[in-house]
């Protein structure tokens, strides 16, 4: 079983519509969840991270836990075009090592 | 603000060759990280540096993989021989003091082809 499990994708959904990807991970003693945006090429950037049970917004973005079910989740509201990316899981416990799922790959259409 | 950089940007070597790959953290981020990312996967951590002592490299293959930090600034990632596996994008990151909730800030990357 991998640490940080996520759906390759790609999800795909129309402009304006929420997407929701989805995170499972194996490690109980996991303390923190991180989401990173990666575009094509390019290097991993953080949207926004989250230890808390329940949710954490920042603008568009809404990150879900819910620690019993070992479930994290992100939601982007009114997807555009430019959200089109590959996101990265992440979880860390008692340090700031973080293990990355595989990410999944998010597509928006005009 | 400058961010993380990293050269080269690109190295395309033959197997059983040595390459060596820079960073130059941001000023004043006092943790520094090696991250190796296969293709279709996400970033493995390789080692990791607070200031220049390696706080973990339980994931570094030490027989053919070194690094160091001097000075507490710049560090070098070198890999002697080199397999084809080794071919990934490895990316240098750093944070302010390593602490969980600071943010990892990516360099650019060095996409290394390994023929």
């Known amino acids: 079983q991998k640490e940080v499990e996520q759906n390759s994708g790609p999800l795909s959904v129309p402009e304006g519509a929420i997407a929701s990807l989805n995170c499972t991970y194996s490690d109980r003693g996991s303390q923190s969840f991180f989401w990173y945006r990666q575009y094509s090429g390019k290097s991993p950037e953080l949207i926004m991270f989250?230890?808390?049970?329940g949710d954490k917004e920042d603008g568009r973005f809404t990150a879900q836990l819910n620690k019993a079910s070992q479930y994290v989740s992100l939601l982007i509201r009114d997807s555009q075009p430019s959200d089109s990316a590959t996101y990265l899981c992440a979880r860390a416990r008692w340090t700031d090592k973080l293990i990355f799922g595989t990410g999944t790959r998010l597509q928006v259409f005009p | 603000e400058a961010g993380v950089a990293q050269s080269p940007r690109y190295k395309i070597i033959e197997k059983r060759q040595s390459v060596a790959f820079w960073c130059n953290p941001i000023s004043g981020h006092a943790t520094l990280y090696w991250y190796q990312q296969i293709l279709g996967q996400g970033p493995k951590l390789l080692i990791q540096f607070q200031n220049n002592g390696v706080v973990d490299d339980s994931q570094l293959p030490k027989d053919r993989f070194s690094a160091e930090r001097l000075k507490g600034v710049d560090s070098t990632l070198k890999i002697q021989p080199a397999k084809l596996e080794d071919s990934a994008v490895y990316l240098c990151a750093s944070s302010l003091e390593g602490r969980q909730t600071d943010t990892q800030y990516f360099g650019p990357g060095t996409r290394l082809t390994v023929l």
């Open positions: 989250i230890y808390s049970n």
